[in-house]
């Protein structure tokens, strides 16, 4: 009895000793911070590490960098989000940026002035990306810039790559792109852009190089290329049923107008990357499969008039960032709750032309702009479940957005997942 007893203490004694341990650990580890946390929209948090300001915003699943965030900040931390493209400017408003994470992301692309007005950083980490492509001038806004991570980026060493490599290869550039390596084309693979000569990525491989000419290949068997100016690719009238499998990669504009095409397959262009112009005009299309335009991320126009469509599916435009015109005559629009995603996406992107865009069905509606129809569903929705994300004042956004979840079927669902950026409250954890 007495050792149980004295067993029981020890044991006891024991657990307060860990208890204990682990809240001094806590409270030495957590001090510094846990009173200055800031949460703020999309899970970013924003704290004080050593007299430096911190916005850690990884692994929020965002696309883009939002408006409305502290501006202040010495280090930002990007890493692990859904990010596809940096714009011009993107930036600017951090003037005090020291070091930049945007690691294991998904960017393909950075514009010229992505990162102008950071005169101050010297860290950017880029590796872990989809970069193909990246000119030297992207670096040029950054004087103080000495560590530059780029590697596991599928590099692209041809010559448009040129300005890059030569950049890296500056003697006090050597913490710059270190370990960065060519994934095309098969001649330089696996080289480092560190040491690659860059005198070969502007002249023609030599004649024991020159790719093999392709295999039979439906594209080139049935349809027209031009090269120039641009390289298109002119499928028009071919009595084609679906696209073709085996695009030329360079191809800038494809006509596929009347042809007998019913359906469009999961991304059916991604390996065309430079695609500006598709036109699809005059086909049977009903159906286009959400992931169909994926990676079409130069797409500037697309024809879909005189097809058979009814609504498009929530997502089937979400990649087409520089898309300006999109035909949509002649179809059959039928004005129901699932023609909603399209009204809201042409409302987020209004840089976006439309033509065509008319109700067929149902019969009261017939003939009316689609817009008009959304604006009377809106209009006819009963008063306290009325939610307008563009009124200024209100309900805050996140109860509006708390508001929203609760009431799934209110609206369509696209809409709920978009959050405005610049509405949200920052508050503060005691
Ligand atoms: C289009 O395809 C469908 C079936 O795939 C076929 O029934 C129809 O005759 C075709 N139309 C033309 C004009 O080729
Ligand atoms: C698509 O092709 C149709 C038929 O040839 C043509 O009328 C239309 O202008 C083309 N669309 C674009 C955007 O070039
Ligand atoms: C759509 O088809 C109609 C009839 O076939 C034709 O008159 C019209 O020019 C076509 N529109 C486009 C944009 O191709």
Not at 194 to 207: N, R, V
Not at 221 to 231: I, Q
Not at 417 to 423: S, T
């Amino acid at each position: 009895m007495r050792f149980f007893a004295a067993l029981l203490l020890l044991v006891l004694a024991f657990a307060v000793a860990e208890t204990r341990r682990g809240e001094g650990l806590e409270n030495s580890r957590g001090r510094k911070r846990l009173n200055s946390v800031k949460r703020l929209p999309n899970n970013c948090k924003e704290y004080i590490e050593n007299g430096d300001k911190y916005l850690d915003c990884q692994d929020c699943q965002l696309t883009a960098v939002l408006i409305g965030w502290p501006e202040d900040i010495d280090h930002f931390l990007l890493a692990q989000n859904k990010i596809k493209v940096l714009k011009d400017n993107t930036f600017s408003h951090f003037p005090n940026l020291i070091s930049l994470d945007l690691q294991l992301n998904e960017i393909s692309l950075i514009e010229e002035g992505a990162f102008s007005g950071l005169s101050k950083l010297t860290t950017l980490l880029l590796q872990h990306n989809r970069l193909q492509v990246v000119s030297e001038a992207v670096f040029v806004p950054l004087p103080r810039l000495r560590y530059l991570r780029l590697h596991d980026n599928p590099w692209t060493c041809d010559c448009q790559l040129d300005s890059l490599v030569r950049f890296l290869q500056v003697p006090s550039n050597r913490y710059m792109g270190n370990f960065a390596k060519c994934a095309e084309p098969t001649r330089f693979w696996g080289q480092q852009l560190k040491t690659l000569d860059p005198k070969l990525l502007c002249s023609p491989p030599m004649q024991s190089q020159v790719q093999l000419p392709r295999p039979y290949s439906d594209t080139t068997f049935l349809c027209h290329t031009h090269d120039s100016p641009r390289p298109l690719l002119d499928c028009r009238s071919r009595g084609l049923n679906a696209v073709p499998h085996d695009i030329p990669e360079n191809t800038a504009k494809m006509d596929l107008a009347f042809n007998n095409i019913t359906q469009l397959r999961p991304k059916a262009f991604t390996t065309i990357k430079d695609l500006k112009l598709l036109n699809l005009s005059s086909n049977s299309l009903e159906h286009i499969d959400p992931a169909a335009f994926s990676g079409l991320l130069h797409l500037r126009e697309l024809d879909l008039s005189n097809n058979s469509l009814h609504f498009f599916n929530y997502g089937v435009l979400e990649d087409l960032y520089y898309l300006r015109t999109l035909y949509l005559d002649g179809n059959p629009w039928i004005c129901d709750y699932n023609i909603h995603y399209l009204i809201y996406w042409l409302k987020h992107h209004p840089a976006v032309e439309h033509t065509g865009l008319v109700c067929n069905e149902p019969e009261e509606f017939r003939g009316w702009p689609v817009e008009s129809y959304v604006k009377t569903y809106n209009a006819e929705c009963p008063k306290d479940k009325l939610v307008d994300l563009n009124r200024g004042n209100g309900p805050t956004s996140q109860e509006l957005i708390e508001g929203i979840e609760e009431e799934p079927g209110l609206l369509p669902s696209p809409l709920r997942k978009k959050k405005k950026p610049n509405e949200f409250e920052i508050f503060r954890l005691s």
